[in-house]
């Protein structure tokens, strides 16, 4: 450690990882090394155990089919056959030797067809014999033709038109009892290569590849199904490692073995083992350097760090306090200067926010109050005009009735909480058009209507009034000497929001009024000096902006008219709480 401590912090952390890493990396590869010739030996040994089994079993079919063209061949009745010129002697001799090849056959299940040729290359065939095989492998291979091929075992037969391999095994037959007599003709047996495909697959698992090789390196039988379908046996040099090629003398044939590199490296489990114990070198490495850097770094950050992980609150109204090298100092003091100017523009940003609160409040209840004074002159004008009318007519019960429905009204109006109920807001409409009918007497017909739960919800005082008002100023009394009718309902909608309905069928508002009302409305400006005689429809603006002051976007009146009328809807949530009810 002391011929360390000439160089700075940060190059003894690098020279220290440096040392560790390539300490674990030369023992990982020694032992891989080691590891892997270790199992590869093991592998080599038993796949040659393995290919020995599978040479000896391929070799005893081999010599199966020898010995049986051996005895067919030697038969005195094929060389009948052969020779005899007569074909009812020939028929003769046929049947006998049918019954003995078709024993054979069936004692054999690698052997498809055995046939006879004579010296003109006339077939002789015998039970279960499958012409259109023979045909198609004389035309591609010439198997039926003398002289064609050696006597011997054939290469690989495989059709163009099926998947299935064979292969044949070909003597010629002589006149005497050796090769020094003329030709009079051959056995052919042809064989299936599925025997040996099984002999395959038993012999090893898929992993391993065991293939046999004709002379010509043609695929005859193999252990693995993607091998055997494409007929490429040899393996790819960069993913497996070929273990051995063995030869079988009495085919000429080749049996080879190879082993792809994954099944290696998969059994190479020491290494992991190994990886696991190496963890603890870098690990000792480590605590040196904790050892030489913890008391001037680590444990300062580590206080930084809890500290900053705490909550806002804490943060805010507490300093850290942290000490170490002259870094740490630095940043534990900026960090200090920055919470003290977080809590200054905190304090500024309140003071705002308070004022500005304080400013919208009082804007809102002065608009509020605005708007609720503004609605009621002109009622109160046209109804004293009708109480003096009558009075010089001296129509005193008239002037009663006028009398009593204004004053209920004037203390509806004034008297009382902000909010009531729909039935008093109707009631109150009741006694406003009870002065309208004196006014208009038999004029206008007039439907009042609440369903059932709409009667104790609450909503502002003075809400509805305005839009009969309305209704009846612009658009009823314009359509006389005809009659009029209005209707005002209240209903529940989705149980929550409180809909009202002013329907009437007077002369409607023009197109162009209509569209600038409608505009107003959605913009939500109210005129600076608002005169009702001369601006219609400022009631509707005024009910539109004290449902928005008091529930807010997006409730408010909804305006459609025509020719054929006006309809005016209000729609604002129903409150918790019930109004006060007003005695009547």
């Known amino acids: 450690m002391n011929l360390l401590q000439k160089y700075s912090l940060t190059k003894r952390v690098y020279l220290l990882f440096a040392l560790t890493i390539a300490l674990s990396l030369g023992i990982s590869l020694v032992y891989y090394i080691a590891t892997f010739h270790s199992i590869k030996n093991e592998k080599a040994r038993n796949m040659e155990n393995i290919s020995k089994n599978l040479v000896q079993n391929t070799e005893d079919i081999a010599a199966s089919v020898m010995l049986m063209s051996e005895t067919i061949s030697t038969t005195p009745y094929t060389h009948l056959i052969l020779t005899e010129t007569s074909p009812t002697k020939k028929v003769s001799q046929q049947q006998f030797l049918n019954r003995l090849i078709t024993r054979l056959i069936k004692s054999s299940s690698h052997i498809h067809n055995i046939l006879l040729l004579d010296s003109r290359e006339t077939i002789y065939s015998f039970s279960s014999f499958d012409y259109s095989l023979a045909d198609k492998l004389d035309r591609q291979y010439h198997i039926l033709s003398l002289g064609a091929w050696p006597d011997g075992f054939t290469g690989a037969l495989r059709l163009d038109d099926t998947d299935t391999v064979y292969y044949a095994y070909i003597q010629s037959i002589y006149e005497g009892d050796d090769a020094s007599g003329q030709q009079i003709g051959a056995c052919v047996i042809i064989c299936y290569c599925s025997p040996l495909d099984a002999l395959c697959r038993n012999a090893a698992p898929e992993q391993s590849l065991f293939a046999i090789l004709d002379t010509e390196g043609q695929l005859l039988a193999c252990n693995q199904e993607k091998a055997r379908a494409s007929g490429q046996p040899q393996p790819d040099s960069g993913n497996h490692f070929v273990l051995r090629y063995r030869p079988l003398a009495l085919t000429g044939w080749e049996l080879t073995c190879s082993m792809p590199y994954k099944e290696l490296y998969a059994e190479l489990l020491p290494i992991r083992q190994l990886a696991l114990l190496l963890i603890f070198i870098p690990f000792l490495s480590f605590l040196l350097l904790a050892r030489q850097i913890g008391t001037g770094v680590v444990s300062p950050l580590t206080k930084v760090v809890d500290y900053l992980q705490k909550d806002s609150y804490y943060i805010l109204h507490h300093r850290l306090e942290a000490r170490g090298s002259s870094e740490i100092a630095t940043l534990t003091d ?149 009659r009029g009718a209005l209707s005002l309902t209240a209903s529940l ?92």
């Open 334 to 482: 900026n960090i200090n200067h920055m919470l003290d100017e977080i809590n200054s523009l905190n304090h500024t940003v309140l003071q705002n926010q308070a004022q500005l609160y304080e400013i919208e409040l009082a804007k809102n209840q002065a608009q509020l109050l605005a708007l609720q004074t503004q609605i009621n002159p002109h009622f109160l004008y046209n109804t004293l005009t009708t109480i003096q009318g009558m009075a010089y007519q001296k129509k005193t019960e008239e002037i009663c009735t006028a009398v009593t429905a204004l004053s209920y009204m004037m203390r509806y109006n004034f008297k009382g909480d902000s909010m009531t109920t729909v039935r008093n807001e109707f009631l109150c409409i009741e006694k406003y058009l009870q002065i309208i009918d004196l006014r208009f007497p038999g004029c206008f017909q007039f439907r009042l209507h609440m369903e059932e739960g709409t009667g104790d919800c609450q909503l502002p005082r003075f809400l509805l009034q305005p839009l009969v008002e309305n209704a009846i100023s612009h658009g009823l009394e314009p359509r006389q000497p005809l």
């Open 493 to 584: 909608r989705d149980g929550s929001i409180l809909h009202f309905t002013c329907q009437d069928d007077g002369i409607g508002i023009p197109p162009e009024k209509l569209t600038r009302l409608q505009a107003e409305i959605a913009d939500g400006p109210m005129p600076s000096d608002p005169q009702p005689d001369k601006r219609p429809g400022i009631g509707l603006r005024n009910i539109h902006m004290r449902i928005r002051l008091i529930y807010g976007a997006p409730y408010g009146l909804q305006i459609s008219s025509g020719p054929e009328g006006t309809c005016v809807c209000a729609n604002f949530p129903v409150s918790p709480e019930a109004g006060a009810q007003m005695p009547v």
